[in-house]
């Protein structure tokens, strides 16, 4: 797994996009504090290669404990597709963290499937 922190800027203000690769060694693990600092994120786009479904989880606030703290936002990506969620107005967050896990339970923390996760943020 691998985690990218890129950035552009626009007129009004100023991107990160962070790339989340867990296609090589599937792994549940939290990414924490993926921007370094807060702010909003306005679009998440996950990608999954593998032959199962991924859940995809993003906490706000302090570094949460995967498969003890439900994560604040969950998303679920079907085998084979690729997903794409917008909030134009962005969501707010503190501190983002990112996961991705095999199972819908809230508490879980079983490995993923094969797939990649980009969230562009404020």
């Known amino acids: 797994?691998?985690?990218?922190?890129?950035?552009?800027?626009g007129t009004a203000i100023d991107y990160k996009i962070v790339e989340f690769d867990n296609t090589n060694t599937p792994t549940a693990a939290i990414q924490e504090n993926?921007?370094?600092?807060?702010?909003?994120?306005?679009?998440?786009?996950?990608?999954v290669t593998g032959g199962s479904d991924v859940f995809v989880r993003l906490w706000d606030g302090t570094?949460?404990?995967l498969g003890t703290d439900?994560?604040?936002?969950?998303?679920?990506?079907a085998a084979g597709a690729t997903e794409r969620i917008e909030v134009p107005?962005?969501?707010?967050?503190t501190q983002l963290n990112l996961a991705t896990t095999g199972d819908a339970q809230p508490l879980n923390a079983s490995a993923p499937s094969?797939?990649?996760?980009t969230v562009v943020c404020s």
């Not at 439900?70 to 990506?77: E, G, I, L, N, Y």
């Not at 094969?114 to 996760?117: G, L």
């Open 34 to 47: 993926v921007t370094g600092a807060s702010g909003s994120w306005y679009s998440l786009v996950c990608a």
């Open 114 to 117: 094969a797939c990649t996760v």
């Open 1 to 9: 797994m691998t985690l990218k922190v890129s950035g552009f800027s």
């Open 89 to 93: 107005t962005g969501v707010a967050f």
């Open 63 to 65: 570094t949460p404990t």
């Open 70 to 77: 439900p994560s604040t936002w969950t998303f679920m990506v």
